[in-house]
């Protein structure tokens, strides 16, 4: 079985462009979510949908990003103008069951290693 | 929103347990705790889970006393291949129905020969 995958595994972009990041989560999982480390940071969440519904945003640091899951099935988050401070590790997560009171067992893929100049 | 407190970082040698403690003195009636592992340019893997007393499964072990306001991973005869940053969650639950997962700073546990 496929798990979670991300794609780049790393971009590099000048400061102002743009830079959508997309993830595959694990079929069938209903769940997604974001998360990124900034340098030196802890991981921090980001978002969560469940199926194609943003079901929590408020980790969305600004309106410079916008996460789509059109679908319900792949996700992309975009970075439009990227600035200096967005660099790091972007990463996505999935999980099935939404029932539960818990977050349960969360899949993540590597990761998508964002830079910016 | 539950906040987890661990060690930086940890050093053992190979063959030892290694017992990894989180605080976490505001974790809610629903909250559960989760344990992930970390390896460089990976994503987190979970390890294990549970609400409260003890839970087992092949990698390791989870200790939860009656209070819940911290829990013990333990490691049983760590490898070399343990190196890694673990970390410590509480479940919490966002609004609207949401799950949002905290990650604090982990511990960067070093196993040497």
């Known amino acids: 079985e496929a798990g979670v995958t991300q794609f780049p595994s790393h971009s590099v972009i000048e400061k102002g462009q743009t830079v959508t990041l997309r993830c595959d989560p694990i079929?069938?999982?209903?769940?997604l979510y974001w998360y990124r480390r900034v340098m030196g940071k802890e991981i921090k969440f980001l978002l969560h949908?469940?199926?194609?519904?943003?079901?929590?945003e408020s980790g969305m640091p600004n309106n410079r990003f916008l996460a789509e899951r059109t679908g319900g099935t792949y996700s992309t988050l975009k970075v439009q103008p990227a600035e200096l401070e967005d660099s790091g590790v972007y990463f996505c997560a999935s999980s099935q069951d939404i029932s539960r009171l818990y977050p349960g067992e969360l899949f993540f893929g590597e990761g998508s290693r964002l830079t910016v100049l | 929103l539950a906040k987890t407190t661990q060690p930086i970082s940890m050093d053992s040698y190979e063959g030892q347990e290694v017992n990894i403690t989180c605080s976490h003195n505001n974790i809610a009636t629903n909250d559960y705790i989760t344990w992930y592992q970390q390896f460089p340019s990976q994503g987190p893997r979970f390890i294990i889970q549970g609400y409260k007393t003890k839970v087992t499964n092949e990698v390791a072990s989870l200790f939860i006393p009656a209070d819940r306001k911290s829990s013990t991973l333990s490691l049983p005869r760590v490898s070399l291949s343990d190196t890694a940053v673990y970390y410590c969650l509480v479940g919490d639950q966002g609004g609207g129905g949401g799950f949002k997962t905290i990650f604090g700073a982990g511990t960067r546990l070093f196993v040497k020969a």
């Open positions: 079929s069938g999982h209903d769940n």
């Open positions: 949908f469940v199926k194609e519904s943003k079901q929590d």
